[in-house]
């Protein structure tokens, strides 16, 4: 058998949510990235406690989407799955580079970037190969890439905070992995890096994301 993988180029076009309106009035853009399984329109519900005059939520979409057990009938997303991560995470990264090309944030607002679950991966990953300034960055209930490396992130700005949120009661963590993770985090962000666990599951805290501004 002669079987060959080829590569092609082609475009694609992909959508994305925003949640309120970009105005003189916004203190914050907020460009948060959603875990697997979820749609980026329901992802926006867990950002509709903060004040819609001064925050406008961006939302991208994960491109691979199926079907969702048990039922079968509800839509999901995936970020990257092992199979050729390195390309398809080029694929990604341009895409995010058009999403805030497309909304033009003006360069004096507090941008905040949140990956939720799969959505670190993506998020720690577009801040360090573009270099993206953020006034916050969170990392909430997921695995930072083993890839990435301190120097990555030694561009930010000084004032730069860095949280990392998670569940104590999360089932897809075991006290080795929250070891890991926040030993990771700690390499990587150093004093700007705030620890922030919570009793609960692998839940999105909606408290804890309204604290934050």
């Not at 300034?133 to 930072?144: A, D």
Request: charged residues 20%.
């Amino acid at each position: 058998m002669n079987l060959t993988e080829k590569e092609i180029s082609y475009t694609t076009t992909n959508s994305y949510a925003t949640l309120n309106t970009l105005t003189g009035s916004t203190k914050n853009v907020w460009f948060v990235c959603h875990g697997m399984g979820y749609l980026s329109r329901y992802f926006l519900r867990y950002f509709q406690g903060l004040s819609a005059a001064e925050n406008y939520i961006i939302a991208p979409q994960a491109p691979s989407k199926y079907y969702t057990p048990p039922k079968f009938k509800h839509v999901g997303a995936s970020w990257l799955t092992k199979e050729n991560t390195v390309k398809e995470t080029e694929n990604i990264m341009c895409y995010f580079d058009s999403v805030l090309a497309a909304e033009a944030i003006p360069m004096d607002i507090n941008l905040i970037v949140l990956g939720y679950s799969q959505g670190v991966s993506v998020a720690t990953r577009y801040l360090a190969k573009r270099q993206l300034q953020c006034s916050q960055l969170v990392l909430h209930s997921g695995g930072i890439p083993k890839e990435l490396i301190t120097a990555d992130f030694q561009y930010l700005d000084a004032l730069t905070n860095v949280s990392l949120i998670y569940g104590t009661e999360d089932e897809y963590l075991n006290e080795d992995r929250i070891i890991n993770e926040e030993k990771r985090a700690k390499e990587l962000f150093g004093n700007r890096l705030k620890i922030v666990p919570f009793k609960g599951k692998h839940i999105v805290n909606v408290e804890l994301i309204n604290k934050l501004v």
